[in-house]
């Protein structure tokens, strides 16, 4: 699965932006997709996931009635609404993809296969 995010840039605190992912056609039924952020000098953490099957969503604490993720599966993409956005968002964001096999659609990192190369979020 290729991955390409787009969207990022400059936003003032309080401000919105929204991020896209154009993935490649997803050869099996389900997936989870997610967004992950990295801070500089920090660890990469997960954002948010879903799982195309179900379009079940889970979020981080730190973002929950903030971002809002979707996805358009004729579209092959994925999105993140971020509001009400803070310093603290600052980061890279990264799209992430992995075959779906039980369970829910984790938010860490380790498990996720396929990555874009990010795009830059900036809060200020």
């Known amino acids: 699965v290729q991955l390409v995010e787009s969207g990022g840039g400059s936003v003032r605190t309080g401000g919105s932006l929204t991020l896209s992912c154009s993935h490649s056609e997803l050869s099996y039924s389900a997936y989870c997709l997610g967004w992950f952020r990295q801070a500089l000098g920090k660890e990469r953490e997960g954002v948010t996931t879903l799982k195309t099957r179900s379009s079940m969503t889970f979020y981080a604490d730190s973002v929950k009635g903030r971002f809002t993720i979707a996805h358009d599966n004729t579209k092959n993409t994925l999105t993140l609404r971020m509001n009400n956005l803070k310093p603290e968002d600052t980061a890279m964001y990264y799209c992430?993809?992995?075959?779906?096999?039980?369970?829910?659609?984790?938010?860490?990192?380790?498990?996720?296969?396929?990555w874009g190369l990010g795009t830059q979020v900036t809060v200020s």
């Open positions: 992430a993809a992995v075959r779906h096999t039980y369970g829910g659609c984790s938010l860490s990192q380790a498990g996720y296969r396929f």
